[in-house]
C-alpha cells in the first residue's frame, strides 16, 4: 500500500516535466465546464462526429466542441463489424466511399496511430445467376470509377479463400463472387481515438455525458443547443447521431425520411487463424472476418420493425449460426463470446442524407443504414469543408435531404448483405 501512495504522489507533485510528459501521453484532455457559446457544436461523439472534428482543426476552425451522450464512440462507432469497402453500386456512391478507403489507407500515418487496417479483400459471395449479373454490374461500375473490383468464380474463392467449403452439396452453393482487394477490416475503437486525439489536439473541446436535450432555432437558423448541462450558444450545428437522428433532428424541426432498425452482431472466442478476407453473402445476409485476436466476428441483417431499443434477439444467433456453419463448418466447436445491437438509420434509396437542411446553419450526417463506419474519414472531411467555407463539395451534392423532395433517388438497394 505503502508503495502505490507514493507512486500516487509522484503524479500530482512530480516535477514539471513529468506532469508534461503524463499531459502529452493522455489521448485527450479532461472535458471541463462548457463554455457558452461555441462557433460550432458537434452533436454525437461516434466516428463520424470526431471526424469532423479533427478535419475542422486541420482546417483552422476553433472553438469546437464535440457533445456526446455516453462516452464516446458508445454509439455505433463501438458496435459495427468494422469493414471497410468501397465496391457500391451506383456511381455516387462508389467515388464517396473509394475516397473514404484512400482516406482510411493514410489515416494511421496521419494521425500518428496504428488503427490496425487489414487490407485483407473482401468477397461478396454470389449464390445464383442472378447474383452472378448483379456481381458483374458492380464490377464494371466500380471498375469505371477506378476501383478495384471483378467478379471471381468458385475456383478463385477458394484460391482466396481456401477454408470456405464451396462444395455443391450446401443450402446456397457458391457460383463466384465480387472480389474487391482493397477492401479490408481496422480497429473500430482506434478509429475513434485517433480522431479524438487529434481532434484534442487541435483544440476542440471534447464533452463525454453531455445530452442534449433541445435545439434553439429562431428565425430559421440554429442558434443554441440544451443539454443536461446547460444551455450553450452555437454558430453552427452538426448533427453526428446515426441512430439517433430523428430526434435530434426533430429537435430542429427537421423531418429525415429514416426507419430506425436494429442491426445485430456477434464475436467467437479466438480460433486459430483461418480466415485473412472478408466473406460477404448476400443471400445469407452475413458477413463475417477474423480479427487480429483469431475471434470471428460476424454480422447478420437488419431487424425489419422499427426501434429505438438495442435488445439482442436469439433468433439472430440460430440463424445466424446456421448459415455460418453452412459457409465454414470447421466452427461446429467455436463458441460465441458476446453478441450485440446497434441502431441505423435507414433512409429510402440507403444512401446517406448529407449537408445542409432547411435550417440554417444545421448540418446533418444520418441515413447511414448499414454503412457509416466506412464513410466516416470522408464525412468528416466534407462537413468540415461545409462548415469552414458554407458551400458543399461535389463528393456530397448527390447526397442532400433536398434529394428526397426533387426525386433524385441514389439507389444503394442490394449493395450490403444486410437486408437491402
Ligand atoms: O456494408 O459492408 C457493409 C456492411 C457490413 C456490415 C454491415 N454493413
Known sequence: MAGRRGWKRSLTTGSPAMRDLLRKRRMWRGAGDLRDSYDVVIVGGGAHGLAT????????????????????????????????????????????YDASLKLYERLSLELGFNLLFSQCGHLTLAHSDRAMLVMANRAEVNRINGIDSRLVYTDEVKRLCPALNVSPDVTYPIQGALYHPPGGIIRHDAVVWGFARGADRAGVEIHPYTEVTGLEVADGRVQGVHTNRGHVRAGQVVSAVAGWSTLVCAMAGVELPITTHILQAC?????????????????????????????????????????????????????LSRHTLELFPQLQYARVLRSWAGLCDISPDYSPILGVTEVENFHVSAGWGT??????????????????????????????????????????????????
Not at 281 to 297: C, I, K, N, P, W
Open 53 to 96: 472534428a479533427y478535419y475542422l482543426g486541420q482546417l483552422g476552425v476553433r472553438n469546437v466542441a464535440v457533445l456526446e451522450q455516453g462516452y464516446i464512440g458508445s454509439g455505433a462507432a463501438g458496435r459495427n463489424t468494422t469493414i471497410l469497402r468501397s465496391n457500391y453500386k451506383t456511381p455516387e456512391g462508389a467515388r464517396f
Open 371 to 420: 454503412y457509416g463506419f466506412k464513410a466516416a474519414p470522408i464525412v468528416g472531411k466534407t462537413m468540415a469543408q461545409l462548415v469552414a467555407t458554407g458551400r458543399t463539395p461535389d463528393l456530397i451534392a448527390p447526397f442532400t435531404l433536398q434529394r428526397f423532395y426533387e426525386d433524385r433517388l441514389v439507389s444503394e438497394l442490394g449493395a450490403a448483405a444486410v437486408s437491402h
Open 267 to 319: 464475436v467467437t472466442e479466438p480460433v486459430k487463424p483461418l480466415l485473412d478476407v472478408v466473406i460477404v453473402s448476400s443471400q445469407m445476409h452475413a458477413y463475417l472476418s477474423q480479427s487480429d485476436r483469431g475471434e470471428f466476428v460476424m454480422g447478420a441483417e437488419i431487424e425489419p420493425w422499427t426501434t429505438y431499443r438495442m435488445k439482442g434477439t436469439l433468433n439472430f444467433l440460430q440463424e
